[in-house]
């Protein structure tokens, strides 16, 4: 059974900085890019950041390539987002995503998580 469970989310101050991880289990984490989505209140799911398999490769939003980072720990089965100088309007459920296998950039998605909630107050 597939899982990729986020966690680390909070209530943090603007200006602040946090660390949200991925762990994934039930397929070879590996073999698949993974890829960060945020969703805010009333607006749709946007792409934030996603990295190749090997970690190589990563590639951002616009809106936060100066801030966020993409990582990931393949013998932990980890991918992590570090976000830094948060602002209010960072606030959204942010999800982890498996890209489909064999592709860069991801073309698509086989696994999501349920999400964890990133809170940043002014």
């Known amino acids: 059974q597939v899982q990729l469970v986020e966690s680390g989310g909070g209530l943090v101050q603007a200006g602040g900085s946090l660390r949200v991880s991925c762990v994934a289990s039930?397929?070879?984490?590996?073999?698949?890019?993974m890829s960060w989505f945020r969703q805010a209140p009333g607006k749709e799911r946007e792409f934030v950041a996603t990295?190749?398999?090997?970690?190589?490769?990563?590639r951002y939003a616009d809106s936060v390539k100066e801030r966020f980072t993409i990582s990931r720990d393949n013998a932990k089965n980890t991918v992590f987002l570090q976000i830094s100088s948060l602002k209010p309007e960072d606030t959204a459920v942010y999800y982890c995503?498996?890209?489909?296998?064999?592709?860069?950039?991801?073309?698509?998605?086989?696994?999501w998580g349920q999400g964890t909630q990133v809170t940043v107050s002014s």
């Open positions: 039930g397929y070879t984490f590996s073999n698949y890019a």
């Open positions: 990295i190749s398999w090997d970690g190589g490769s990563t």
């Open positions: 995503a498996a890209g489909r296998r064999g592709y860069w950039p991801p073309l698509g998605y086989d696994y």
